[in-house]
């Protein structure tokens, strides 16, 4: 997990507040990546990022929901008026392209909605 | 959408003994990944496989890419305390970002 920044590590948040998650590629790295996992589940896809360009967020909820990767500046996954079902941990991945390097996962945002 | 079929769900071994964990899917992919997540961390790759019939080691895990390329497995020799841990699959059919993931083998080794 050395290089793929995440913070914070615990987020709580109250329902309808906004919640924003950071994440710093590793060094070198221009390809972002956001996940999400729910209890004893797998992670699940939500967006593709390459610097200001949002490359794929088919798996990010339609509403609610934003990311962006500006040209200076970590990456920061957005989620406006919280609800419980938002509770889960985030996961921040980077890579060097996207065809055939490996991805490497950040150690987490673990977000609480009260 | 696709979805990968992970066993066993959980495993209580003892220490020095051998594990063998497996991932299968009706759909074809072009990637298989292992990676393993510790309590409160986030995945760490562990092997990845980008050809039918690889076989890959790392130290103590050999994994390979089935023939057919719908199924993975992975193997842990001589199992350690520290491999405690979950284990996921993951993979890829056009777009090597965009991996699913396995739910997942919880890993226990008994000292």
């Known amino acids: 997990n050395a290089g793929v920044m995440q913070n914070p590590r615990h987020l709580v948040r109250r329902r309808g507040q906004e919640a924003r998650l950071r994440c710093s590629p590793m060094?070198?790295?221009?390809?972002v990546y956001w996940y999400r996992q729910l209890p004893e589940e797998g992670l699940k896809f939500m967006v593709y990022?390459?610097?200001?360009?949002?490359?794929?967020e088919s798996g990010m909820p339609k509403e609610r929901f934003s990311a962006e990767f500006p040209k200076e500046g970590p990456s920061i996954l957005r989620i406006q008026q919280v609800v419980r079902g938002d509770s889960a941990a985030y996961f921040c991945?980077?890579?060097?392209?996207?065809?055939?390097?490996?991805?490497?996962f950040g150690n987490g945002t673990r977000l609480t909605v009260t | 959408g696709q979805q990968l079929n992970q066993s066993p769900q959980s495993m209580f071994i003892q220490e020095g003994e051998d594990v063998s964990m497996n991932c299968t899917s009706s759909?074809?992919?072009?990637?298989w990944l292992w990676y393993k997540q510790d309590p409160g961390e986030g995945p760490v790759l562990l092997i990845a496989?980008?050809?039918?019939?690889e076989l890959t080691s790392n130290g103590r895990l050999t994994a390979q890419f089935g023939i057919t390329r719908k199924d993975s497995f992975l193997n842990i020799s001589a199992s350690i305390p520290s491999d405690v841990g979950i284990y996921f699959c993951?993979?890829?059919?056009?777009?090597?970002?965009?991996?699913?993931f396995g739910k997942g083998t919880l890993l226990t080794v008994n000292p």
């Open positions: 060094k070198g790295h221009s390809h």
């Open positions: 993951a993979s890829s059919g056009g777009s090597n970002y965009k991996l699913t």
């Open positions: 496989l980008y050809k039918a019939g």
């Open positions: 759909s074809i992919f072009n990637t």
């Open positions: 990022l390459q610097k200001e360009n949002i490359i794929d």
């Open positions: 991945a980077s890579s060097a392209d996207s065809y055939n390097s490996p991805l490497h």
